[in-house]
């Protein structure tokens, strides 16, 4: 697998699996039922956007890194 790929897909993997079971059991314990839909919905895009901030962050620090050396 391609590194950068890579570089996208833990954070991805981590931060929206995290957020779908809280978020489930959330819906679960306040309303008594899951909407799987919006579930699956709503990780998948807060997976993206935290896998693309920490990527944009590691780039601004590893530039950081090249330019004071």
Do not use: H
């Not at 059991?25 to 896998?51: E, T």
């Amino acid at each position: 697998m391609n590194r950068t790929i890579r570089l996208y897909l833990k954070p991805f993997l981590f931060t929206g699996i995290v957020f779908g079971i809280l978020m489930a059991a959330w819906d679960y314990f306040d309303k008594g039922n899951i909407d799987l839909i919006k579930l699956i919905f709503m990780s998948i895009c807060f997976g993206a956007l935290m896998s693309w901030r920490a990527v944009a962050i590691q780039k601004q620090k590893i530039k950081r890194k090249t330019s004071n050396e």
